[in-house]
T-cell receptor, first 112, second 111 residues
Framework: QKEVEQDPGPLSVPEGAIVSLNCTYSNSAFQYFMWYRQYSRKGPELLMY????GNKEDGRFTAQVDKSSKYISLFIRDSQPSDSATYLC????????????FGTGTLLAVQP | DAGITQSPRHKVTETGTPVTLRCHQTENHRYMYWYRQDPGHGLRLIHYSYGVKDTDKGEVSDGYSVSRSKTEDFLLTLESATSSQTSVYFC??????????FGSGTRLTVV
């Protein structure tokens, strides 16, 4: 079993829709949770960075972490065609090495 | 890219040849990482470094070695390239203020 599981999609939604992206994980030591956006042939770009459980909002993006269920989510409101990309969840236990473990990524297409 | 530069951006090499990829950072990050990205696998950690001359293996380290002789440079070497190492390679660095930031990647093809 992978430490981090993510539905690869693809996910196709109409412009303006609310998008929900999710990951589950098995390692209870994870305490730093991130979402990255990656456009084709580009490097991952940090979207949201959350410590421990709770919600964090930044513009149209909301990240939720439920450590009791080992489940994290990213919500995108009023989705735009420019949001079309691969979204990667990632998490770390911190500590001496700060290793970052990724999900496989979800490909999102927002149709105009 | 928050001061992270990867070189080369593209490389084609023959099976059995050694290849070295370079990651250079200008932000004095202590922690640096090499990942490979393949369809269906996401980003997988190859090796990482938590200081000069302090390195360790990630989940897919076979066939790879790394060196970090100074803070700003983290080198990834494919000792004898194989077709299974055709991939996109990303370098990343971690800071407490900004989290993890990535370079633009190196697209390596082994023929």
């Amino acid at each position: 079993q992978k430490e981090v599981e993510q539905d690869p999609g693809p996910l196709s939604v109409p412009e303006g829709a609310i998008v929900s992206l999710n990951c589950t994980y098995s390692n209870s030591a994870f305490q730093y949770f991130m979402w990255y956006r990656q456009y084709s042939r580009k490097g991952p770009e940090l979207l949201m960075y959350t410590y421990s459980s709770g919600n964090k909002e930044d513009g149209r993006f909301t990240a939720q972490v439920d450590k009791s269920s080992k489940y994290i989510s990213l919500f995108i409101r009023d989705s735009q065609p420019s949001d079309s990309a691969t979204y990667l969840c990632a998490m770390s236990a911190g500590g001496a090495t700060n290793k970052l473990i990724f999900g496989t990524g979800t490909l999102l297409a927002v149709q105009p | 890219d928050a001061g992270i530069t990867q070189s080369p951006r593209h490389k084609v090499t023959e099976t059995g040849t050694p290849v070295t990829l370079r990651c250079h950072q200008t932000e004095n990050h202590r922690y640096m990482y090499w990942y490979r990205q393949d369809p269906g696998h996401g980003l997988r950690l190859i090796h990482y470094s938590y200081g000069v001359k302090d390195t360790d293996k990630g989940e897919v380290s076979d066939g790879y070695s790394v060196s970090r002789s100074k803070t700003e440079d983290f080198l990834l070497t494919l000792e004898s390239a194989t077709s299974s190492q055709t991939s996109v390679y990303f370098c990343a660095a971690f800071s407490a203020n900004y989290g993890y930031t990535f370079g633009s990647g190196t697209r390596l093809t082994v023929v």
